[in-house]
């Protein structure tokens, strides 16, 4: 287990919607974090070191690439993309010639850190935040727009092998 990048108890088992559990926890311990689990029906996420995230959205943007909201901490930045399964992720990263081990994938059984969280390396902002209801996909309501994880990855790939992850791979 790495410190800082974990919830406070209740374990993430626990995690829940309920409203009246979320204000709760929240009056018990008000700086704890707010989680995303990424997978199933929720978001997945692509997280790369900082600096390889600003080079990755300069070369999305430049490329006319829609991108989803990015979530930034002081040293990872992470790309929330619509779901994907470990079957589509695995033959999508096996037609790479070379997939740096500082791109981390956040899929099935995955969180996320969410705004205005504070993780062990300094507090959790929006990159580019969320806009609702910009684009729905098919049967995903009217949360915000996510891009395919097809449309992204090779621009992630090619900032992440361009710039040195700083620190511990483990470390967010």
Known sequence: ?????HPFDPGLLAATTDPRMVRWWWT??????????????????VSLPAAAGARALAVLDQRGLRVGPVVATPTRWSLLVAPYGLE???????ALDRVPSSLRFHGEGGYLVLPPSETGTGGVRWERPPVAGTAPRAG???????????????????ASASVPDVGSRLRY
């Open 1 to 5: 287990m790495v410190p800082g990048a």
């Open 28 to 45: 018990q311990r008000p700086d704890a974090p707010v989680l995303l689990a990424t997978g199933g029906r929720a978001p997945c996420a």
């Open 88 to 94: 589509r992720l695995g033959e999508l990263l096996y």
């Open 140 to 158: 995903a309501g009217t949360g915000p727009w996510l891009p395919e994880v097809e449309s992204v990855v090779d621009a992630l790939v090619e």
